[in-house]
């Protein structure tokens, strides 16, 4: 048996063994992401989503969303997804310029991006996300328009427009790292994001996060999700939950997840690693920083109902100070990052930390 097969099906065993623990859950939104799912075979798609189906409550109008690189997908595959519930593909398009993909180690083109976006919409999907990422090496304002340009030409439901991060230990940290001359400056990244804003919502995507922007309707409610705390329980490889105020993630070595046996009493405690129980404080400080990222804010009424004491209780002097200052709103019952604010927002965000 090949390992795809063996983890689809240790994934369709996981699904049945978890639901168990949440039996009156209801789901409101689905996401197959993580890596690229889009290389499972139209039968292994609709044997996982079979099993999502018959072991949790899903509501009617859940969003199911899947991940999709292009040049990954046929129609025969785009055609299982439809037929399991799936109504919503996100494709990871990045640039439209290929030497710009080239550079970020890419294997596809702008056309093949192009052939799936198409066939997503022939297979009968209304609900497509195209994932972009500006300040990558050689990128110039220029060529960040264009491809917002060709991108919104195509009249996806939502666009996520992240600047790239290098992060240490990746092949992209080893390339760059010390030599900022490769990337665009900083004054040139930030009329990047300027311009994305700008060009987004005069082609009638408006910005509801920092980094995402939706046609009125389309806002991606599983990313939502995690920006305003709701609970989630991530399954297969190497997911995250976060149930119950405890954080926890599967086992990430491959081999080792599809030799776990789901049944038993242990099967949690061999499957779940990295397990904390978040503190009340440590929730607060979610709650804020994540909420702030959302251009309506956090609600005040939302964090007393949560935690039993106000905004005002816990985080009176910061607001005093960031409202002065011209970075956050008070509009009740909601606070929100101002322009500046967004602009410098890292560090704003760090100031909600108790």
């Known amino acids: 048996m090949n390992i795809q097969r063996r983890y689809a099906e240790q994934m369709i065993k996981e699904i049945a063994c978890q639901s168990k623990h949440y039996p009156g859950y209801r789901v409101v939104s689905v996401f197959l992401g993580g890596g690229t799912p889009s290389l499972l075979e139209p039968g292994q798609i609709l ?65 093949e991006f192009l052939k799936t976006y198409q066939r997503a919409r022939q297979a009968g999907f209304a609900n497509v996300s195209v994932d972009l990422m500006s300040a990558l090496p050689g990128q110039t304002l220029s060529s ?50 300027y311009l994305t804003k700008q060009y987004l919502h005069s082609h009638g995507f408006e910005r509801y996060e920092i980094s995402n922007y939706a046609r009125p309707g389309f806002e991606c409610r599983h990313n939502t999700g995690y920006w305003t705390g709701v609970e989630y329980l991530g399954l297969g490889l190497g997911a995250s939950s976060y149930i119950h105020g405890f954080r926890f993630r599967n086992e990430a070595d491959l081999e080792v997840y599809c030799g776990i046996e789901m049944e038993g009493a242990d099967a949690d405690d061999r499957l779940h690693k990295e397990i904390v129980r978040l503190t009340e404080k440590e929730r607060m400080e979610e709650f804020m920083f994540l909420g702030l990222r959302m251009t309506r804010g956090v609600s005040g009424t939302e964090f007393e109902k949560r935690f039993g004491v106000t905004l005002g209780d816990v985080y009176g002097k910061v607001l005093d100070k960031l409202v ?25 965000l760090s100031e909600f930390l108790l």
């Open 47 to 111: 044997d996982i989503m079979k099993a999502v189906r018959g072991n949790f409550r899903l509501e009617v109008d859940a969003e199911v969303t899947m991940e999709m690189n292009p040049g990954t997908v046929t129609m025969e595959k785009l055609q299982a997804c439809r037929e399991s519930g799936i109504n919503r593909v996100s494709i990871g398009l990045q640039s439209a310029d290929d030497k710009e993909l080239k550079t970020l180690g890419r294997v596809h083109t702008y056309d």
């Open 144 to 193: 960040w328009k264009a491809t917002l340009k060709r991108v919104t030409m195509l009249k996806p439901e939502h666009i996520s427009a992240y600047s790239l991060m290098i992060e240490e230990g990746t092949p992209f940290y080893s390339r760059y790292h010390g030599h900022p001359e490769l990337l665009p400056d900083e004054e040139e990244e930030r009329k990047m994001y």
């Open 324 to 348: 002065k200052n011209g970075l956050v709103i008070l509009e009740e019952p909601y606070v929100r990052l101002s322009d500046f604010g967004v602009d410098i927002s890292n560090y704003v």
